[in-house]
Protein backbone atom coordinates (compact mmCIF):
# COMPACT_ATOMS: atom_id res chain seq x y z
CA UNK A 1 0.00 0.00 0.00
CA UNK A 2 1.49 4.01 -0.64
CA UNK A 3 2.42 5.14 2.38
CA UNK A 4 0.00 7.57 4.38
CA UNK A 5 -0.77 10.66 2.67
CA UNK A 6 -2.85 12.56 -0.02
CA UNK A 7 -0.81 12.75 -3.07
CA UNK A 8 -1.13 12.69 -6.95
CA UNK A 9 -0.34 9.77 -8.79
CA UNK A 10 -1.38 7.79 -11.35
CA UNK A 11 -3.71 4.79 -12.20
CA UNK A 12 -2.04 1.75 -14.57
CA UNK A 13 -3.97 -0.71 -15.62
CA UNK A 14 -2.19 -4.12 -17.34
CA UNK A 15 -3.64 -6.79 -19.06
CA UNK A 16 -1.18 -10.13 -19.30
CA UNK A 17 -0.35 -13.71 -20.54
CA UNK A 18 2.27 -15.12 -18.51
CA UNK A 19 1.39 -18.18 -16.97
CA UNK A 20 -2.09 -17.58 -17.16
CA UNK A 21 -4.53 -14.82 -18.28
CA UNK A 22 -4.61 -11.78 -15.78
CA UNK A 23 -5.14 -8.14 -15.15
CA UNK A 24 -4.01 -5.79 -12.65
CA UNK A 25 -3.88 -2.71 -11.36
CA UNK A 26 -1.27 -0.29 -9.91
CA UNK A 27 -0.99 3.24 -8.39
CA UNK A 28 2.32 5.12 -9.20
CA UNK A 29 2.75 7.10 -6.20
CA UNK A 30 6.25 9.47 -7.12
CA UNK A 31 5.80 11.88 -4.77
CA UNK A 32 5.55 9.39 -1.60
CA UNK A 33 6.92 5.98 -2.55
CA UNK A 34 8.10 7.02 -5.81
CA UNK A 35 7.14 3.21 -6.82
CA UNK A 36 4.11 1.35 -8.34
CA UNK A 37 2.27 -0.21 -5.76
CA UNK A 38 -0.33 -3.45 -7.46
CA UNK A 39 -3.55 -2.92 -5.78
CA UNK A 40 -5.15 -5.84 -7.45
CA UNK A 41 -4.81 -8.16 -9.76
CA UNK A 42 -7.75 -11.08 -11.26
CA UNK A 43 -6.75 -13.97 -12.85
CA UNK A 44 -8.70 -14.72 -16.16
CA UNK A 45 -10.12 -18.40 -17.52
CA UNK A 46 -7.99 -19.10 -21.07
CA UNK A 47 -8.67 -17.48 -23.94
CA UNK A 48 -10.68 -14.10 -22.09
CA UNK A 49 -7.78 -11.98 -23.57
CA UNK A 50 -8.44 -11.85 -27.29
CA UNK A 51 -5.66 -10.02 -30.05
CA UNK A 52 -6.29 -8.26 -32.74
CA UNK A 53 -4.03 -8.29 -36.11
CA UNK A 54 -1.15 -6.07 -34.83
CA UNK A 55 -0.73 -8.93 -31.42
CA UNK A 56 -2.26 -6.43 -29.10
CA UNK A 57 -5.81 -6.81 -27.19
CA UNK A 58 -8.43 -6.09 -28.65
CA UNK A 59 -11.04 -3.26 -27.57
CA UNK A 60 -13.25 -5.49 -25.76
CA UNK A 61 -10.39 -7.13 -23.98
CA UNK A 62 -9.63 -3.90 -22.52
CA UNK A 63 -13.43 -3.70 -22.13
CA UNK A 64 -13.74 -7.07 -19.91
CA UNK A 65 -10.90 -5.94 -17.49
CA UNK A 66 -12.79 -2.87 -16.89
CA UNK A 67 -15.64 -4.76 -16.19
CA UNK A 68 -14.20 -7.23 -13.98
CA UNK A 69 -12.71 -4.70 -11.34
CA UNK A 70 -15.98 -2.19 -11.91
CA UNK A 71 -17.81 -5.85 -11.32
CA UNK A 72 -15.55 -6.62 -7.72
CA UNK A 73 -15.55 -3.12 -6.61
CA UNK A 74 -19.45 -2.94 -6.70
CA UNK A 75 -19.54 -6.08 -5.17
CA UNK A 76 -16.84 -5.78 -2.57
CA UNK A 77 -15.23 -8.43 -3.24
CA UNK A 78 -11.69 -9.65 -2.18
CA UNK A 79 -9.32 -9.42 -4.43
CA UNK A 80 -5.60 -10.52 -4.51
CA UNK A 81 -2.69 -7.96 -4.37
CA UNK A 82 0.44 -8.72 -6.34
CA UNK A 83 4.32 -7.39 -6.50
CA UNK A 84 5.04 -4.56 -6.23
CA UNK A 85 7.32 -2.37 -9.15
CA UNK A 86 9.49 0.46 -10.12
CA UNK A 87 7.53 2.93 -12.52
CA UNK A 88 9.36 1.39 -15.55
CA UNK A 89 9.17 -2.53 -14.84
CA UNK A 90 4.48 -1.82 -14.42
CA UNK A 91 4.70 0.36 -17.95
CA UNK A 92 6.71 -2.32 -19.87
CA UNK A 93 4.94 -3.71 -22.56
CA UNK A 94 5.44 -6.53 -25.72
CA UNK A 95 3.76 -8.57 -28.20
CA UNK A 96 6.71 -10.77 -28.43
CA UNK A 97 7.96 -13.34 -26.21
CA UNK A 98 11.76 -12.25 -27.60
CA UNK A 99 10.82 -8.69 -26.59
CA UNK A 100 9.93 -9.57 -23.00
CA UNK A 101 11.46 -11.34 -19.86
CA UNK A 102 13.12 -14.21 -19.20
CA UNK A 103 11.93 -15.89 -15.66
CA UNK A 104 9.11 -14.14 -13.75
CA UNK A 105 6.63 -12.25 -16.00
CA UNK A 106 7.81 -13.90 -19.18
CA UNK A 107 4.99 -14.31 -21.69
CA UNK A 108 3.69 -13.74 -24.89
CA UNK A 109 1.79 -10.73 -24.43
CA UNK A 110 1.99 -7.65 -21.78
CA UNK A 111 -0.20 -4.24 -22.47
CA UNK A 112 -0.96 -1.20 -20.30
CA UNK A 113 -4.43 -0.71 -21.10
CA UNK A 114 -5.07 2.41 -19.24
CA UNK A 115 -3.15 5.19 -17.55
CA UNK A 116 -4.97 8.01 -15.52
CA UNK A 117 -4.02 10.47 -13.17
CA UNK A 118 -5.66 10.17 -10.01
CA UNK A 119 -5.29 11.49 -6.33
CA UNK A 120 -3.77 8.84 -4.14
CA UNK A 121 -5.20 8.93 -0.12
CA UNK A 122 -3.78 6.49 2.04
CA UNK A 123 -4.00 5.55 5.78
CA UNK A 124 -1.39 3.04 5.17
CA UNK A 125 -3.62 -0.10 5.19
CA UNK A 126 -6.46 1.11 3.14
CA UNK A 127 -6.08 3.40 0.00
CA UNK A 128 -8.72 5.47 -2.30
CA UNK A 129 -8.67 6.94 -5.45
CA UNK A 130 -11.76 8.38 -7.66
CA UNK A 131 -10.67 6.53 -11.58
CA UNK A 132 -12.89 7.55 -14.21
CA UNK A 133 -12.25 5.13 -15.91
CA UNK A 134 -13.79 2.63 -13.26
CA UNK A 135 -16.35 4.76 -11.45
CA UNK A 136 -16.59 9.02 -11.78
CA UNK A 137 -19.23 9.58 -9.10
CA UNK A 138 -17.31 7.53 -6.14
CA UNK A 139 -14.19 6.92 -4.59
CA UNK A 140 -12.43 3.30 -5.31
CA UNK A 141 -10.92 1.36 -2.01
CA UNK A 142 -8.73 -1.02 -1.46
CA UNK A 143 -8.15 -2.27 2.37
CA UNK A 144 -5.79 -4.80 3.02
CA UNK A 145 -7.41 -7.90 5.23
CA UNK A 146 -4.72 -10.25 5.16
CA UNK A 147 -1.35 -8.84 5.19
CA UNK A 148 1.55 -10.58 3.55
CA UNK A 149 2.95 -13.52 5.08
CA UNK A 150 5.81 -15.71 4.14
CA UNK A 151 3.62 -18.13 2.56
CA UNK A 152 0.71 -15.88 1.97
CA UNK A 153 0.50 -12.59 -0.62
CA UNK A 154 -1.48 -9.76 0.89
CA UNK A 155 -5.32 -9.96 0.16
CA UNK A 156 -7.39 -6.89 0.38
CA UNK A 157 -10.93 -5.88 -0.39
CA UNK A 158 -12.02 -3.48 -3.46
CA UNK A 159 -14.93 -1.61 -3.54
CA UNK A 160 -16.73 1.86 -3.73
CA UNK A 161 -17.08 4.29 -1.29
CA UNK A 162 -20.41 5.01 -0.55
CA UNK A 163 -21.04 8.54 0.29
CA UNK A 164 -23.90 9.93 2.17
CA UNK A 165 -25.60 13.37 0.41
CA UNK A 166 -26.05 16.28 2.15
CA UNK A 167 -28.95 18.18 2.25
CA UNK A 168 -28.63 21.79 1.51
CA UNK A 169 -30.85 25.02 0.93
CA UNK A 170 -31.65 26.72 -2.47
CA UNK A 171 -29.22 28.00 -4.52
CA UNK A 172 -29.28 32.05 -3.47
CA UNK A 173 -31.07 34.55 -6.13
CA UNK A 174 -30.21 37.84 -5.52
CA UNK A 175 -32.97 40.86 -6.99
CA UNK A 176 -31.24 42.03 -10.30
CA UNK A 177 -30.25 46.15 -10.86
CA UNK A 178 -28.79 44.88 -14.22
CA UNK A 179 -26.24 47.68 -14.22
CA UNK A 180 -28.05 50.44 -12.97
CA UNK A 181 -25.41 51.45 -9.98
CA UNK A 182 -27.70 54.09 -8.67
CA UNK A 183 -30.45 52.24 -8.51
CA UNK A 184 -28.89 50.03 -6.64
CA UNK A 185 -27.27 52.27 -4.25
CA UNK A 186 -31.34 53.52 -3.67
CA UNK A 187 -32.49 49.44 -2.84
CA UNK A 188 -29.41 48.63 -0.40
CA UNK A 189 -29.61 52.87 1.05
CA UNK A 190 -26.75 54.81 2.52
CA UNK A 191 -25.93 52.22 4.95
CA UNK A 192 -25.74 49.26 3.02
CA UNK A 193 -23.00 47.53 2.01
CA UNK A 194 -21.33 45.42 -1.08
CA UNK A 195 -18.88 43.37 -2.12
CA UNK A 196 -17.14 42.44 -5.78
CA UNK A 197 -19.68 39.22 -7.38
CA UNK A 198 -16.75 36.14 -8.05
CA UNK A 199 -17.81 35.03 -11.41
CA UNK A 200 -17.06 30.86 -10.54
CA UNK A 201 -18.94 27.67 -10.38
CA UNK A 202 -21.79 28.18 -7.65
CA UNK A 203 -20.84 25.77 -5.07
CA UNK A 204 -22.34 24.22 -1.91
CA UNK A 205 -19.79 22.94 1.27
CA UNK A 206 -19.99 21.00 4.26
CA UNK A 207 -17.25 21.07 6.68
CA UNK A 208 -17.59 18.49 9.47
CA UNK A 209 -15.14 15.97 11.40
CA UNK A 210 -14.53 14.18 9.03
CA UNK A 211 -13.25 16.72 6.32
CA UNK A 212 -14.90 19.05 3.51
CA UNK A 213 -17.03 18.28 0.63
CA UNK A 214 -18.25 20.13 -1.97
CA UNK A 215 -21.36 20.16 -4.40
CA UNK A 216 -23.09 21.67 -7.16
CA UNK A 217 -26.22 22.92 -7.19
CA UNK A 218 -26.55 21.02 -10.05
CA UNK A 219 -28.18 17.23 -10.51
CA UNK A 220 -26.42 14.36 -12.22
CA UNK A 221 -28.54 13.12 -15.22
CA UNK A 222 -27.19 9.78 -14.65
CA UNK A 223 -27.13 9.18 -11.28
CA UNK A 224 -29.43 11.64 -10.11
CA UNK A 225 -27.29 12.68 -7.15
CA UNK A 226 -25.78 15.97 -6.78
CA UNK A 227 -22.87 16.92 -8.74
CA UNK A 228 -19.81 16.59 -6.40
CA UNK A 229 -16.75 18.59 -6.84
CA UNK A 230 -14.90 17.38 -3.81
CA UNK A 231 -12.87 14.78 -5.56
CA UNK A 232 -10.93 17.48 -8.24
CA UNK A 233 -9.85 19.96 -4.91
CA UNK A 234 -7.11 18.33 -3.13
CA UNK A 235 -6.19 19.03 -0.16
CA UNK A 236 -9.22 21.73 0.34
CA UNK A 237 -10.96 18.18 1.07
CA UNK A 238 -9.12 18.47 4.51
CA UNK A 239 -10.71 20.70 6.05
CA UNK A 240 -12.49 19.75 9.29
CA UNK A 241 -14.50 21.31 11.97
CA UNK A 242 -15.99 19.71 15.04
CA UNK A 243 -19.57 21.72 14.66
CA UNK A 244 -21.11 21.13 10.86
CA UNK A 245 -20.77 24.47 8.98
CA UNK A 246 -22.76 24.46 5.43
CA UNK A 247 -22.79 27.22 3.18
CA UNK A 248 -21.96 28.17 -0.09
CA UNK A 249 -19.65 30.23 -2.58
CA UNK A 250 -17.84 30.58 -6.03
CA UNK A 251 -15.21 27.90 -6.99
CA UNK A 252 -12.52 28.78 -9.13
CA UNK A 253 -8.75 27.96 -10.43
CA UNK A 254 -5.93 30.01 -10.02
CA UNK A 255 -3.24 29.39 -12.95
CA UNK A 256 -0.28 29.42 -10.63
CA UNK A 257 2.04 29.94 -13.72
CA UNK A 258 0.76 33.33 -13.99
CA UNK A 259 -0.99 33.83 -10.44
CA UNK A 260 -4.76 34.54 -12.21
CA UNK A 261 -7.31 32.98 -11.72
CA UNK A 262 -8.83 31.18 -15.02
CA UNK A 263 -11.83 33.07 -17.19
CA UNK A 264 -15.66 31.66 -15.52
CA UNK A 265 -16.36 30.04 -19.05
CA UNK A 266 -13.00 27.99 -18.99
CA UNK A 267 -13.89 26.41 -15.02
CA UNK A 268 -16.73 24.33 -16.33
CA UNK A 269 -14.88 23.05 -18.45
CA UNK A 270 -12.20 21.47 -15.49
CA UNK A 271 -15.05 20.80 -13.43
CA UNK A 272 -16.67 18.81 -16.09
CA UNK A 273 -13.63 16.85 -17.76
CA UNK A 274 -13.17 12.88 -17.02
CA UNK A 275 -9.62 13.80 -15.32
CA UNK A 276 -7.90 15.58 -12.51
CA UNK A 277 -7.22 19.58 -13.33
CA UNK A 278 -3.99 20.35 -14.39
CA UNK A 279 -1.54 20.65 -11.93
CA UNK A 280 -0.88 24.34 -12.72
CA UNK A 281 -4.70 24.80 -11.37
CA UNK A 282 -5.03 25.63 -8.01
CA UNK A 283 -8.68 25.94 -6.59
CA UNK A 284 -10.06 28.69 -4.84
CA UNK A 285 -13.81 29.48 -2.61
CA UNK A 286 -14.88 32.60 -2.38
CA UNK A 287 -17.35 31.99 0.86
CA UNK A 288 -20.07 34.13 0.53
CA UNK A 289 -22.93 32.41 2.93
CA UNK A 290 -22.71 30.62 5.78
CA UNK A 291 -26.53 28.67 5.62
CA UNK A 292 -26.39 26.50 9.16
CA UNK A 293 -23.97 26.20 11.87
CA UNK A 294 -24.67 22.65 13.65
CA UNK A 295 -28.64 22.34 13.75
CA UNK A 296 -28.97 25.72 13.25
CA UNK A 297 -30.18 28.10 10.34
CA UNK A 298 -28.03 30.93 9.99
CA UNK A 299 -29.43 32.40 6.39
CA UNK A 300 -31.77 34.85 8.33
CA UNK A 301 -29.41 36.67 9.96
CA UNK A 302 -28.17 39.96 9.56
CA UNK A 303 -25.97 39.19 6.43
CA UNK A 304 -22.55 42.21 7.21
CA UNK A 305 -23.71 41.90 10.97
CA UNK A 306 -23.32 38.12 11.15
CA UNK A 307 -23.23 36.18 8.50
CA UNK A 308 -20.63 37.67 6.56
CA UNK A 309 -18.65 37.48 9.68
CA UNK A 310 -19.55 33.43 9.82
CA UNK A 311 -17.99 33.75 6.16
CA UNK A 312 -14.67 35.26 7.22
CA UNK A 313 -14.07 32.37 10.10
CA UNK A 314 -14.56 29.81 7.92
CA UNK A 315 -12.22 31.51 5.02
CA UNK A 316 -9.51 31.51 7.86
CA UNK A 317 -9.16 27.50 7.76
CA UNK A 318 -7.62 27.43 4.70
CA UNK A 319 -5.25 28.76 2.38
CA UNK A 320 -7.35 28.73 -0.42
CA UNK A 321 -10.58 29.44 1.20
CA UNK A 322 -11.37 33.83 1.04
CA UNK A 323 -14.13 35.81 0.93
CA UNK A 324 -15.20 38.50 -1.78
CA UNK A 325 -13.88 41.89 -1.42
CA UNK A 326 -15.58 44.77 -0.27
CA UNK A 327 -16.36 47.49 -2.11
CA UNK A 328 -17.51 51.28 -0.98
CA UNK A 329 -21.15 52.45 -2.55
CA UNK A 330 -19.08 54.91 -3.86
CA UNK A 331 -16.99 53.45 -5.83
CA UNK A 332 -19.07 50.45 -7.54
CA UNK A 333 -17.81 51.99 -10.99
CA UNK A 334 -14.28 50.54 -10.26
CA UNK A 335 -15.44 47.14 -10.44
CA UNK A 336 -16.06 47.34 -13.91
CA UNK A 337 -12.80 44.69 -14.71
CA UNK A 338 -15.38 42.31 -12.50
CA UNK A 339 -18.61 40.61 -13.10
CA UNK A 340 -20.44 42.56 -11.28
CA UNK A 341 -21.52 43.58 -7.28
CA UNK A 342 -23.44 42.27 -4.28
CA UNK A 343 -25.47 44.67 -2.19
CA UNK A 344 -27.15 44.11 0.96
CA UNK A 345 -28.61 46.88 3.08
CA UNK A 346 -27.60 47.08 6.83
CA UNK A 347 -28.96 44.58 9.60
CA UNK A 348 -31.12 42.53 6.64
CA UNK A 349 -30.27 39.18 5.71
CA UNK A 350 -28.84 38.68 2.45
CA UNK A 351 -32.21 36.30 1.46
CA UNK A 352 -34.53 39.05 2.01
CA UNK A 353 -32.57 42.18 0.46
CA UNK A 354 -29.36 41.37 -1.12
CA UNK A 355 -29.26 42.54 -4.71
CA UNK A 356 -26.69 42.25 -7.85
CA UNK A 357 -25.69 44.23 -10.31
CA UNK A 358 -23.72 42.61 -13.09
CA UNK A 359 -21.18 44.18 -15.92
CA UNK A 360 -21.29 44.36 -19.73
CA UNK A 361 -17.98 43.75 -21.56
CA UNK A 362 -17.55 45.64 -25.25
CA UNK A 363 -19.68 45.21 -27.93
CA UNK A 364 -18.23 42.44 -30.29
CA UNK A 365 -19.60 41.92 -34.33
CA UNK A 366 -21.67 38.28 -35.18
CA UNK A 367 -22.86 37.05 -37.91
CA UNK A 368 -27.05 36.64 -37.97
CA UNK A 369 -27.77 33.02 -39.01
CA UNK A 370 -31.30 32.68 -38.46
CA UNK A 371 -34.58 34.66 -36.99
CA UNK A 372 -36.76 32.54 -35.37
CA UNK A 373 -39.54 35.29 -34.08
CA UNK A 374 -43.00 34.88 -34.06
CA UNK A 375 -45.79 36.78 -32.10
CA UNK A 376 -46.29 34.94 -28.68
CA UNK A 377 -49.58 34.03 -26.98
CA UNK A 378 -50.27 37.18 -24.76
CA UNK A 379 -49.60 39.94 -27.70
CA UNK A 380 -46.06 40.18 -27.80
CA UNK A 381 -43.11 38.48 -29.59
CA UNK A 382 -41.36 34.93 -29.18
CA UNK A 383 -38.31 33.61 -30.04
CA UNK A 384 -34.56 34.22 -30.86
CA UNK A 385 -31.95 35.35 -33.07
CA UNK A 386 -29.19 32.94 -33.93
CA UNK A 387 -25.98 34.06 -34.86
CA UNK A 388 -22.60 33.16 -34.89
CA UNK A 389 -19.25 34.26 -33.09
CA UNK A 390 -16.79 34.76 -35.64
CA UNK A 391 -13.87 33.70 -33.08
CA UNK A 392 -14.92 30.97 -32.42
CA UNK A 393 -17.25 29.67 -35.10
CA UNK A 394 -20.32 28.58 -32.48
CA UNK A 395 -23.52 28.94 -32.84
CA UNK A 396 -25.36 31.17 -29.53
CA UNK A 397 -29.24 32.39 -29.25
CA UNK A 398 -30.43 36.09 -28.19
CA UNK A 399 -33.42 37.86 -28.02
CA UNK A 400 -31.93 40.30 -25.32
CA UNK A 401 -31.65 44.32 -26.10
CA UNK A 402 -33.93 44.27 -29.24
CA UNK A 403 -37.04 46.69 -29.16
CA UNK A 404 -40.10 45.33 -30.26
CA UNK A 405 -40.07 47.59 -33.02
CA UNK A 406 -37.02 45.91 -34.22
CA UNK A 407 -38.96 42.70 -33.33
CA UNK A 408 -41.73 43.12 -35.52
CA UNK A 409 -39.57 44.40 -38.49
CA UNK A 410 -37.00 40.89 -37.87
CA UNK A 411 -39.74 38.86 -37.49
CA UNK A 412 -41.27 40.19 -40.92
CA UNK A 413 -38.64 39.75 -43.48
CA UNK A 414 -36.28 37.25 -41.84
CA UNK A 415 -34.54 36.42 -44.92
CA UNK A 416 -33.24 40.18 -44.85
CA UNK A 417 -31.47 39.93 -41.60
CA UNK A 418 -30.29 36.36 -41.93
CA UNK A 419 -26.35 36.41 -43.07
CA UNK A 420 -25.81 40.41 -42.06
CA UNK A 421 -23.82 41.58 -38.87
CA UNK A 422 -24.97 42.73 -35.95
CA UNK A 423 -23.36 44.28 -32.19
CA UNK A 424 -23.70 42.08 -28.96
CA UNK A 425 -22.11 42.43 -25.53
CA UNK A 426 -21.79 39.54 -22.84
CA UNK A 427 -21.39 39.34 -19.04
CA UNK A 428 -17.79 39.97 -17.87
CA UNK A 429 -15.37 37.33 -17.21
CA UNK A 430 -17.27 34.94 -19.22
CA UNK A 431 -17.26 34.49 -22.93
CA UNK A 432 -18.03 37.52 -25.25
CA UNK A 433 -21.38 35.71 -25.58
CA UNK A 434 -22.66 34.89 -22.51
CA UNK A 435 -25.75 35.98 -21.25
CA UNK A 436 -25.43 38.13 -25.15
CA UNK A 437 -27.71 41.26 -25.31
CA UNK A 438 -28.17 42.80 -28.58
CA UNK A 439 -26.17 46.45 -28.88
CA UNK A 440 -27.55 48.37 -31.75
CA UNK A 441 -27.12 49.38 -34.91
CA UNK A 442 -23.90 50.86 -36.70
CA UNK A 443 -23.93 55.04 -36.71
CA UNK A 444 -21.73 57.43 -38.03
CA UNK A 445 -21.09 59.68 -35.32
CA UNK A 446 -24.70 61.67 -34.47
CA UNK A 447 -26.19 60.85 -37.84
CA UNK A 448 -29.17 58.92 -38.31
CA UNK A 449 -28.99 55.36 -39.16
CA UNK A 450 -26.82 54.06 -42.09
CA UNK A 451 -26.62 50.52 -41.91
CA UNK A 452 -25.56 47.37 -40.08
CA UNK A 453 -22.67 47.22 -37.85
CA UNK A 454 -20.06 44.98 -40.48
CA UNK A 455 -17.40 42.22 -38.97
CA UNK A 456 -14.09 43.20 -40.35
CA UNK A 457 -14.35 39.77 -42.31
CA UNK A 458 -18.40 40.20 -43.53
CA UNK A 459 -18.86 41.70 -47.33
CA UNK A 460 -19.23 44.92 -47.62
CA UNK A 461 -23.37 44.77 -47.46
CA UNK A 462 -24.94 47.56 -45.74
CA UNK A 463 -29.17 48.14 -45.89
CA UNK A 464 -31.78 50.60 -44.72
CA UNK A 465 -34.43 49.99 -42.52
Known amino acids: MPPPGRRRGQ ?17 YDPEGSGICHNVGVVALPAGSLKTNNDGWFTQSSKELARSIFRNKAAGRDFIAISTDHQLDEAMSQWNDPQDGPEGYGAGPIREVI ?28 VHVVFPQTEARRPVGVIGFKVLDEPGFDDRLHLTYDHDDVDKLRRNVGPDGRASIKVDGAATHFRVDKNGARYFSPRHSKETGRRIEYSFKLGEMQDVKSDVPIQGMGELVFVDTRTGKEIPAHEIGGVLNANQLPAEHLEPRLYIYRVDRVGRKSTLDEPYWEANRLRCEAVAAEHKQFTVPAEVPLDRIEDTRDAEGVVAVPANTSIVDGGRKLKWRGDATDVVVTRVEFSPGSKGGIE ?77 DARRSI
Not at 119 to 139: H, M, R, Y
Open 11 to 27: LIVVAHVSSNEHVEMYL
Open 114 to 141: HVEDVEIVSNGSTVEFVSWWLNPNQPTY
Open 383 to 459: GVVWYEDPATGREYKTASGFTREEKEAMMAQPEDYEGEVMMVSGFNNGHSQRAAKFEGWAREDDSEFVGWHLDKDAD
